[in-house]
């Protein structure tokens, strides 16, 4: 209880534990909805799915100038190739959240928008921010293979994909935990713009899980700072 109280005090916590009660919702109401027992419930937590989206948006506003100021910070970093990739990250992240303003503001009716126009683009900045933070994520996984002395690059031609030796390739990533969570979220989170930009065919119940997943290891990484990647 104590730490979803303080997960609560944090506005980042507090978009976490929504945004997993959001696609909680979202599985539910899809594999509910042909259940004739739960159709009832299905189309009320369909509509519960869809004002825990449009609160996240609020929750959210403001937030695209704290990621042009993360990028800005970027800026200092020693490491250029990082910072390029980071960098865009930010800035991709800080045009799909304004892109998000925008669609609330259409949602609550202040002004006229084109929701749909605006979710491409929301959609298509959040794939490019996704895209460059597994960027990272690979990078980092090469920069330690590379030190524990492994090839990353191995003939998989010759060799079984079950194979120990591949097998024990990999394992020096499994030590490395912030590495292996934040791939895990970003793999997830990757689909979800994917589908909506119809680059992918999946259900929104599969889309659900991965939302699911991706949160609840946001959500770990808010509750366990050390797991977070950083610089981030």
């Not at 250029?80 to 609330?104: E, G, R």
């Not at 020096?172 to 994917?194: E, S």
């Amino acid at each position: 209880m104590e730490r979803i109280v303080k997960l609560n005090e944090q506005t980042a916590g507090r978009d976490k534990l929504i945004r997993l009660l959001q696609y909680a919702s979202r599985a539910y109401w899809y594999y509910a909805q042909n259940i004739r027992a739960t159709q009832h419930s299905a189309e009320i937590i369909r509509s519960l799915e869809y004002t825990l989206s449009s609160f996240r948006k609020l929750l959210r506003l403001g937030r695209c100038m704290d990621s042009i100021y993360g990028a800005l910070k970027m800026m200092k970093h020693p490491d250029m190739v990082l910072k390029i990739i980071l960098m865009t990250s930010k800035l991709a992240n800080a045009i799909f959240l304004f892109a998000d303003h925008v669609i609330w503001i259409g949602r609550v009716g202040l002004h006229k928008v084109n929701i749909e126009k605006w979710s491409k683009t929301a959609n298509k900045y959040w794939l490019i921010s996704i895209i460059m933070n597994l960027v990272r994520d690979i990078r980092e996984i090469i920069n330690i293979l590379e030190r524990e002395g492994k090839n990353a690059f191995v003939n998989t031609s010759k060799l079984s994909l079950t194979t120990w030796k591949q097998y024990e390739m990999l394992f020096p990533v499994r030590n490395h935990k912030t590495v292996v969570m934040d791939t895990v979220k970003n793999g997830c989170d990757l689909l979800i713009p994917l589908t909506a930009l119809g680059y992918t065919k999946l259900t929104p119940g599969t889309i659900g899980i991965c939302g699911l997943v991706s949160s609840f290891v946001g959500l770990y990484t808010i509750i366990h700072p050390l797991y977070k990647l950083t610089p981030s």
